[in-house]
């Protein structure tokens, strides 16, 4: 009976002893679980539930060349007549009448082009640039404009489709070179043998779908371009472009803001080539949505 009774109070103590370890035992595991599956503040702040990231990579600027434009062979721009009224003391104005054979202005251009970038509602225009700054679009063969006495001026001007792409056959632009003496009279001078660059597109802002393909422009004039001759430069917002033909581009992939172009003549080696109007800056201004930030 001893030893019965001895054996039962140890077995009895034992299940005892398991019946309140095995619940502690069995809180312990569960604490321990419950702490190591909770996520710390910290971890929880970097790693939401349900949260994705999405990264983006920078896409680099790039140009690339428009798909083939209507042609107009025959089309040509030509200065009938240049008139000037002075205006004050120290100002003149200037008219300039031109004549345009084979090119109907105000017509859209009928090319799917016109719809991959911007294109004016009014049509094809004539392209007025005095003295390489922005050009004023021309819906009408006339322009008027105010210079001061005792200065010279180049004003080129050439036949653009809707969508501001220049005609580029031989006839569709002309320079001229003109000055005004101190008493305000005009002079035709000789126009230049040197090698020149205008700046046309980009220019202005751009907003929404526009700013997908902006149009890269210029006018060159006494210069062919070629692998073995001369070439543009063109640096945009610090990213550097050779164009070895003259060919308008695209401008794909520019961040929306403020564009910086830069265009700029060169020779066979890659220099500088010196001289009036051979490098010409601009900043147009890019944006989703209105207004313009």
Request: glycine share 4%; aromatic share 10%.
């Amino acid at each position: 009976m001893a030893f019965s009774v001895t054996f039962v109070g140890t077995i009895k103590c034992f299940m005892m002893r398991k019946y309140y370890i095995y619940p502690a035992l069995c809180l312990a595991m569960g604490f321990t679980a419950l702490v190591s599956c909770k996520s710390t503040p910290e971890q929880a702040a970097s790693t939401p539930a349900h949260a994705t990231e999405t990264v983006t990579p920078d896409k680099a600027i790039k140009i690339e060349p428009l798909p083939a434009s209507p042609e107009f062979a025959d089309a040509a721009l030509s200065i009938k007549d240049v008139t000037t009224v002075p205006v004050g003391k120290d100002s003149v104005k200037v008219t300039i009448n031109y004549t345009v054979d084979h090119y109907e202005l105000k017509k859209q251009t009928d090319a799917p082009t016109a719809k991959e970038c911007n294109n004016s509602a009014q049509g094809q225009h004539i392209h007025f640039i005095l003295d390489n700054k922005p050009y004023a679009a021309l819906y009408e063969p006339t322009h008027s404009f105010t210079v001061p006495v005792n200065s010279k001026h180049d004003v080129m001007s050439f036949l653009s489709r809707s969508y501001h792409e220049s005609l580029k056959n031989k006839g569709a632009g002309v320079l001229l070179r003109f000055a005004i003496d101190e008493k305000g009279a005009y002079k035709k001078l000789e126009n230049p043998k040197t090698p020149m660059i205008f700046y046309s597109r980009p220019k202005g802002d751009y907003v929404g779908n526009d700013t997908k393909n902006v149009l890269l422009d210029f006018y060159v004039y006494n210069t062919t371009l070629s692998e073995t001759g001369d070439k543009v430069k063109v640096t945009i917002n610090g990213n550097a472009f050779t164009i070895s033909h003259w060919v308008p581009q695209f401008i794909q992939n520019a961040p929306m803001g403020s564009m910086k172009v830069k265009l700029e003549l060169i020779d066979k080696d890659g220099k500088n080539i010196s001289g009036d109007h051979t490098a010409v800056e601009r900043d147009v201004q890019l944006a989703q949505q209105e207004p313009m930030k």
